[in-house]
């Protein structure tokens, strides 16, 4: 199975500052035949299921502000809040769906300092 | 819009089995696969198993081998997951998901004497 990491388990930023997340993946998740990275984002807030943010690794979902940027190769990714709001506060999650079995990392918990 | 409705919550004892339900609308449901995914407390996301809607074949998670059943019934274009000799550590919300981008509310399963 992949084993998905992410860094740090959690992180306090103050309104208005950066947040920056990483996730590494213990093999790459990069499909050649079509250049593709199959490596998403998530994020879930209490009492509620996962929202997909990004996927393909960089691309943000329809909605999503556009302060969530996310970048990476075969297997490191990096998902960055440019200036972290109130409402961002939550639990991120990255996830590989280059094969089953779908595998995420533990999460990474953003509160506002 | 694609929909994925899952019920409330179940509670059982050890020993026992549950099965949860997952209703989906919005696109065809023989299209696409679907895929269980558990969140036990302060847990990370675990995927269980996925079957193909259009012909019934199914993969699942070695840690649940033998214990989780996924059946669909296409004519109520619904999913179903049956966990059986639930113990304590299967109390856990249990999510269907269609891809990454689409999941149900969750069903929270309480195992408890």
């Known amino acids: 199975d992949i084993v998905m990491t992410q860094s740090p388990d959690s992180l306090a930023v103050s309104l208005g500052e950066r947040a920056t997340i990483n996730c590494k993946s213990s093999?790459?998740?990069?499909?050649?035949?079509?250049?593709?990275?199959?490596l998403a984002w998530y994020q879930q807030r209490p009492g509620q299921p996962p929202k997909l943010f990004i996927y393909?690794?960089?691309t943000r979902e329809s909605g999503v502000p556009d302060r969530f940027s996310a970048s990476g190769s075969g297997t490191d990714f990096t998902l960055t809040i440019s200036s972290l709001q109130a409402e961002d506060v939550a639990v991120y999650y990255c996830?590989?769906?280059?094969?089953?079995?779908?595998?995420f990392g533990q999460g990474t918990k953003v509160e506002i300092k | 819009q694609v929909q994925l409705v899952q019920y409330g919550a179940e509670v059982r004892k050890p020993g026992a089995s549950v099965k949860v339900s997952c209703k989906a609308s919005?696109?065809?449901?023989?299209?696409?696969?679907m895929h269980w995914v558990r969140q036990a407390p302060g847990q990370r996301l675990e995927w269980m198993g996925w079957?193909?809607?259009?012909?019934?074949?199914?993969k699942y998670s070695q840690k649940f081998q033998g214990r989780v059943t996924i059946t669909r019934d296409t004519s109520a274009s619904t999913a179903y997951m049956e966990l059986s000799s639930l113990r304590s550590e299967d109390t856990a919300v249990y999510y269907c998901?269609?891809?990454?981008?689409?999941w149900g509310q969750g069903t929270l399963v309480t195992v408890s004497s």
């Open positions: 393909w690794a960089s």
């Open positions: 093999q790459s998740v990069l499909y050649s035949s079509n250049n593709k990275k199959y």
């Open positions: 996830q590989q769906y280059y094969t089953t079995p779908w595998t």
């Open positions: 998901a269609r891809d990454p981008g689409y």
């Open positions: 079957i193909n809607a259009g012909n019934g074949n199914t």
């Open positions: 919005g696109y065809t449901f023989t299209n696409s696969a």
